[in-house]
Nanobody, 111 residues
């Protein structure tokens, strides 16, 4: 059973940056698509960024130009670099691959 573990969340001021990591227990990211999602209080979970097994990426309009998804197949890890953070980016961020979810990591953007 593959497991996903997110890390890197925290409290950051508006305009700041964070890098989230999603580590898999197996070598899956080189083959399968992977997505970063987020869920804010009272809102539905939404897809933030997507990276295909071959490396193609896609982003939600709300984060284009600010967030970058990347992966290191050798480390079985996918990253989400988040720059120019806004208060509306506050949410629990989850990674998902093959329908498997991580436990989530909290990102809070506040002054």
């Amino acid at each position: 059973q593959v497991q996903l573990v997110e890390s890197g969340g925290g409290l950051v001021q508006p305009g700041g940056s964070l890098r989230l990591s999603c580590a898999a227990s197996g070598s899956i990211f080189s083959i399968y698509n992977m997505g970063w999602y987020r869920q804010a209080p009272g809102k539905q979970r939404e897809l933030v960024a997507f990276i295909a097994g071959g490396g193609t990426t896609n982003y939600a309009d709300s984060v284009k130009g600010r967030f970058t998804i990347s992966k290191d197949n050798a480390k079985n890890t996918v990253y989400l670099q988040m720059n120019s953070l806004k208060s509306e980016d506050t949410a629990v961020y989850y990674c998902n691959c093959m329908g498997i979810w991580g436990q989530g990591t909290q990102v809070t953007v506040s002054s």
